[in-house]
């Protein structure tokens, strides 16, 4: 029987600020391995935290570009901001750091909590190329990105809680601080890499691996903006066209050329499973993304939507998560981190 790690809220704190968050974490732990404490701390995060317990998490984090207050109440927290932010800070320059912090003004205004990234591995110029592409996102789709980006944050720092445990287990359960794993975790963050899941599926990479994505290459999440939760029990499925002699145009018919890939339903998340195998190179082509949006919403406008995008040559090695914001009368997307 796999050991278990108690943590207490200190711990869970410093993995993401918001009390309520840390609260139930402690509740429903304590957890054998990493996955078991992501999959809850999405449940938690999605389900269980409300608004103010999401800016209250937001409000934890140094701006971008920005050192932690040394008065931060986790410290834990304010070292690994710190780390995360390495890759930004050392490729900054006097121009871009006065222009982050410009944005960063500009952003905070317009929707009234700072700018929130996963920003391990990115570099400044990523990052305001990001915030500016955000910026111009309704402060509705812009708060549920925003949600997005902290649940991959707190991703990375349980996986930093949980590293000593894979190396150190013994069949006595033991108490880990995070203290503890600091150097640890930190050191685990060039293994994960610049993206982390924000796919219901996220887990830790295998030694064995030998794929360098940590999550499938396409991912979705439903939001049902009415009611302000994750829209569970939607049929989703994604297909890609095959017919090489032309492709697919506005107002021709389909002529058969899209084959299905998978087909797949919501969780209680509102994420689909994996729509596509997990593989480094994307093959270039169109796509169709398809949400059984009728059956969800029997007296909606939409008895279903779909989503056409285009995979490039160039962008055969990025990440597509095309998550759709839906209500009965109107829906709404956007191309995810």
Known sequence: MEPSVVLGEKDYLACCGSVKFAEEMVLAGPFSDYQEAASAARDIWFNKVDVNGWLEAFAAHPQIGESPSRTHKSPTSAQWSKGEQSTALATATDTTLEELHQWNVRYRQKFGFIF???????????????????????PIVEFEVAAQEQMKVTELRLSKLFTVNSAAASPIQTQYTATDVTKAGEDRVNIIGAHLTAANEASLVKPSQTFTRTRPPITTHVLDVARGSPATGIEVQLEMWKNIQRRPLFGEADSGGWMPLVSSTTDKDGRSGQLINMVDALSPGMYRISFNTGKYYPEGFYPYVSIVFEVRESQKMEHFHVPLLLSPFSFSTYRGS
Request: proline residues 4%; aromatic residues 8%.
């Open 116 to 138: 929130l990234i996963f920003a391990s591995g990115r570099s400044t110029p990523e990052i305001l190329a990001e915030m500016k592409r955000r910026y111009q996102n309704r």
